[in-house]
């Protein structure tokens, strides 16, 4: 990416797309399940269609494209190998004493920590709420839906799909699985606001500046 603090330039978005392919033709390289692949690799593509489409008319900041990849990278490593088999966390689970591989937990806090700033800066560049704490209280709400509304989606994906059910939901037999989701998502979101906020200003600002 670019080190300026506006959105990146044509080069740093070609670098981005060299970074998220690079890692999707390697998780598409024999994956644990198919199926379970499609599925956890999906919002992936459809985030990079979505910013296809809005990249000359709403270009984001770079924090907020980095951490867009950063995501699909989580998303990809699980889809390869299914969230609760991440080598990595395999090896935590055995040296903290783990009852469970944890790299769903990443995954969920991803799921509120990157949704959080696009949110925000959708909220502040298009002035649809007015005042700080309205926009985090915004934003943190709209994190836990998406968050609710995730879990329903793999509700039905079960339903519908026995055989893949297990893999993508990742309970591990936890029955706490899903409440425990949507709190690593709300903390995810809580810590994006609480540290990133100051720096993702600043880069608004610039892009204001420049338009």
């Known amino acids: 990416m670019t080190t300026g603090a ?19 033709i390697w998780s598409a390289v024999n994956p644990k399940d198919t199926l379970t692949w499609s599925l956890e690799v999906s919002p992936a593509i459809i985030g990079l269609i979505a910013l296809a489409f809005t990249r000359k008319n709403f270009p984001l900041t770079t924090l907020c494209y980095s951490l867009i990849l950063l995501h699909c990278w989580v998303l990809m490593v699980g889809g390869h190998y299914t969230y609760a088999e991440v080598p990595l966390f395999d090896t935590l689970k055995d040296l903290l004493s783990q009852s469970r591989n ?23 560049r298009k002035k649809i709420i007015n005042g700080k704490y309205l926009t985090h209280f915004f934003t ?41 989701d949507m709190a690593w998502a709300l903390l995810g979101a809580l810590c994006a606001l609480l540290i990133l906020s ?10 204001k500046q420049n338009q």
């Open 140 to 180: 943190v709400c709209f994190c836990l839906a998406l968050s609710a509304f995730y879990e329903l989606i793999e509700w039905w994906v079960a339903l519908l799909s026995n055989e893949g059910a297990e893999a993508f939901l990742g309970t591990q037999g936890y029955i706490w699985d899903t409440q425990s």
């Open 198 to 207: 100051p720096y993702h200003n600043k880069q608004i600002n610039r892009i």
């Open 6 to 24: 506006q959105s990146p330039n044509s080069t740093g978005m070609f670098l981005w797309l060299v970074l998220f392919f690079s890692v999707f």
């Open 102 to 124: 944890n790299y769903d937990k990443v995954g969920h806090f991803m799921q509120g920590f990157v949704p959080a700033i696009i949110c925000r800066e959708i909220l502040i």
